[in-house]
């Protein structure tokens, strides 16, 4: 498979209340991607965007699109990306 730039992987940033407890609570961020990326695409594509050690990716395909739940490393904060990239 031919490897996607790391914008047409993640597209945006999923806020919900469900998604800012994970924030705070679990240094996870929850991101809409695209239908057909991997784990290991998405994993790739976050840490080349944002210069962060993802720890894993859980996806789960929903109605409005595909979903990823991404945990990063203790040394990083997802709230502190999440302020980055104007969650807050």
Partial sequence: MVEKSPYKILFHPHVTEKAMDHMDKGN???????????????????EKIFEVEVVSVNTRNLPDGKHAVIKLSE???????GTRIGIF
Avoid: G, P, W
């Fill in 28 to 46: 996870k961020l929850e991101f809409l991607v695209h239908k057909n990326a991997t784990k290991s695409q998405i994993k790739r594509a976050f």
């Fill in 75 to 81: 040394k990083y904060s997802a709230e502190e990306i």
